[in-house]
Each structure stands twice: as C-alpha cells, then as structure tokens.
C-alpha cells in the first residue's frame, strides 16, 4: 500500500528549537511552502519553557515579504516579535526597543540611532575591520599548521571578529568585551543549554525571560556607567554619540544599548560561520570567488540568503485578516520563517545551488518593510572583508573538517563550533 499523499500528510513541527540543532529542515519548509503557506504550529512545552498558545507559519517569500511590509496589519508592538509570549508584566518594557514598535513611534528611534553612523565612523571602521580579520585569521592558520591542521573558525576567528567589531564601533573599553559576548550568549542562546546555562527561575518556578527586565538589570546598569563615561570623555564612536543625544531618554537609551549589544553581534556572529561553511562545502564556488570570477559583493548576499542569520520573527494581528487563502484572527501570532522565504522555488531559480553571482536576489534575511535590519551595510561590509581576507589567508582551498555544532534555538541560525582544514604553506 503507498503511503499518504504529499499534501495529506500531517503538518509538520517547524518550532521546536531542536529541531534546528540538526539544521534547517528545508524538506520540511518546502512541504509547507507547497500545501500549507500559512500553516498552524502547536507551541508546547520545550526545555523547560514553557507552553504557548499556538501560532501561524508564514513560509513563502511572498507572504514573508506582505507580512513585513504591512505593519498596521501584522503588528511588532502588540504582543513584541519573539515566538514566545512575554510574561504580560513585562510587555510595557519590552515595547520599547525600537524592534518592538510600529509606525509613525518606530520611525523616530530609527532617526536617532541612525545619526550616530556617520561616514568618518564608517570609514574608520572599515580600515579597522580589515586589521582584524587579517589578524585573526593569520593567528587561526599558524596555531592550525603547528597543531593538528584544522582550526574552529567559530572560537578562534568569527565569534571575536563579530564581537571586537561591534565594541570598538560602540567605544567599549577593551576590559569590559566579555560582557557583551556573555550578555550575547545569555539573551541569543537561553534555548541552547551549551550556551546558556540552567536557566534562572523567577518566583513562579518557571524559567526567567532573558529579555524581562530583571534579567536585563545589569546590562542597563553597565548602559549608563558607559554613558556618563563617555559624556566625560567623548569619543568618536557610536555610545559617545547616543549619550550625548539630547533626544534621546534615559530608558531608550537602555533599549538602543540593548539592541545594539545583541543583535549589532549576533548578526554578524552567525552570519560569518555560515557563509564560510557553505563556500568550504562548494569549492568550486570558494575558488571561482578567490579568483576573482565573481564580485564579492554578490557572493555575500548569496550567503546570506543561504544562511540568513535569523530564522524567524514574529508579529501579531492587528484585526481579523486573510493571508494566502487562511482566515487569521485578531490577536493571533504570525511568524515569518526567513530561511524557508530564501529558499522558495517561486522567486528563486534553483534554490539549493550556490550561486554566488546571483542577481536579482531579493532575500529576506535583513527582514523588509519599516523593520528593514538598520545595520544591513555594516553587517555586509564585515562579512565582505572577513570572505575576502579568508582567500587571502587561505587562497588553495578552505576544506571542512567535520559537521558544524549547531545552535538550538528556533530564532538565531547559529553555529558554535565549525572546524576547517588547513594546508600546510
């Protein structure tokens, strides 16, 4: 007797943070993307965490992309943008970061912290960048040739340039960096227990929200004993330029710092290991990008749709609407899945190739619409500099030794560890 057929088949798990340890289930997205492009996901109790009410999977590019853009809609305020419902006490607090507002409020955040790249920072910057990949990189591949022959990129290259890119950006003096990784670490991974620990219990026994306000306490602290420095003792760099902004509040200046730490790492963080996988995985590509075949400015946005930083993000209804033939009603979650829309037959010829000169590539893994990723250009010029120095560093090939360790989280496409082989010189 043959099995179901494809479109009867039960609609698959795409939530679990597990799931996404083992990597992305693109069957499992394309399965979605062809019987159920908006397509209802149980929530229940995983790691500890605990159940929620349920919410609609948003898998085809097209209605990633209507989602995004149409913000009276599909709302960031109203229930925040992390799959996970808040705890209600802590919803006021979190509405105010930039990512958690609508229009016309978000637009004016948007202006101000966007005042604080001017191009003097972003030129030093880059001549900055360059240094350090350059350098890490160099350090990775002498301790690989007198060792074993492999190096983990993730701990010894990407993890730092991410990180020491965005202190020295912001003006975080040098003994203080491993803060904002342990912050990263805490906020980004609290469903990885490799990287966040055994969560902290609030006083209902359940595990404490990363982002509540408790939990955040000395983030903030640290936030303002920067400022009052940096008010002090003015610098040319992005904390100097907030905390001396007379628009700018107290508590949103907390938010930007947060926001900033966070995602102005992990993107990046998770990016770079990415795209290095996936060249290591197509030598062919590696070496046409090397030898100057194709433009690196190409190359990067083709990683990024291949490996978009961020899995998902959520909204929530605004009024009873319909997307893709699916009644959604008020008040329920709606949650875009970037790394299927990346990947979907109708926009993207031949998706799983490696294209790495592909153009028109409308990927969505800086998001679309108000919410566009605010540092997209930083985060492309890092990663342009970081592929760019890796085929300096190792022109031949860049081989991989062994399977990535992947985070588990059902938010951030991480990796934690990634090896590559390398030759002798």
């Known amino acids: 007797m043959s099995g179901p057929a494809p479109a009867e088949m039960p609609v698959p798990d795409i939530f679990d943070p597990r799931l996404y340890g083992q990597g992305i289930p693109h069957d499992l997205y394309r399965h979605l993307r062809d019987h159920h492009p908006v397509a209802w996901q149980e929530e229940p109790e995983v790691l500890g965490w605990p159940a929620g009410p349920g919410f609609w999977a948003v898998t085809r590019h097209e209605d990633v992309v209507r989602v995004l853009k149409d913000s009276a809609t599909y709302s960031s305020y109203l229930g925040a943008t992390q799959i996970r ?22 637009r004016r955040l948007r202006v101000l912290v966007s005042r604080a790249f001017t191009p003097k920072r972003i030129d030093r910057f880059t001549v900055t960048v360059r240094e350090r990949a350059r350098s890490l990189l160099t350090r990775a591949v002498a301790e690989a040739r007198a060792g074993d022959g492999t190096c983990d990129v993730v701990t010894q290259v990407t993890d730092d340039y991410a990180l020491l890119n965005l202190t020295d950006l912001l003006g975080v003096p040098d003994t203080d960096r ?53 008010r002090r003792h003015p610098a040319d760099d992005v904390m100097t330029s907030l905390a001396t902004d007379p628009e700018l509040t107290a508590p949103e200046l907390e938010m930007f710092f947060f926001l ?20 290591a995985e197509h030598p062919d590509a590696y070496r ?42 008020a008040g329920d979650k709606v949650v875009v899945f970037h790394a299927s829309a990346n990947h979907d037959e109708r926009v993207f010829p031949a998706p799983f190739t490696l294209d790495l000169a592909r153009t028109p590539n409308p990927h969505v893994s800086f998001g679309d619409g108000p919410h566009v990723c605010l540092g997209a250009h930083f985060a492309r010029l890092q990663l342009r500099v970081l592929y760019e120095e890796t085929c300096r560093a190792l022109p031949a090939s860049l081989e991989p030794a062994g399977s990535p360790r992947r985070l588990v989280s059902n938010f951030i496409n991480g990796m934690k560890s990634l090896r590559v082989r390398v030759p002798n010189a």
């Open 85 to 106: 419902d808040p705890d209600p006490a802590d919803l006021p607090f979190i509405r105010r970061m930039m990512l958690n507002q609508d229009p016309p409020h978000h």
């Open 178 to 230: 491993a803060l904002l990784l342990h912050w990263t670490q805490r906020v980004i991974g609290y469903q990885d227990p490799d990287e966040a620990g055994t969560p902290e219990l609030g006083a209902d026994g359940k595990p404490l929200n990363p982002r509540s306000p408790s939990a955040l306490r000395d983030m903030f602290a640290y936030a303002h004993a920067l400022a009052a420095h940096k």
């Open 260 to 279: 900033l730490v966070v995602a102005g790492n992990d993107t990046v963080r998770s990016a770079a290991p990415g795209g290095l996988h996936l060249l």
């Open 288 to 329: 046409s990008l090397c030898d100057g075949e194709v433009g690196f400015a190409t190359a990067v946005d083709e990683l990024l749709r291949r490996h978009p930083p961020v899995l998902t993000f959520r909204r929530t209804a605004t009024r009873d609407t319909e997307l893709a033939g699916t009644r959604i009603r």
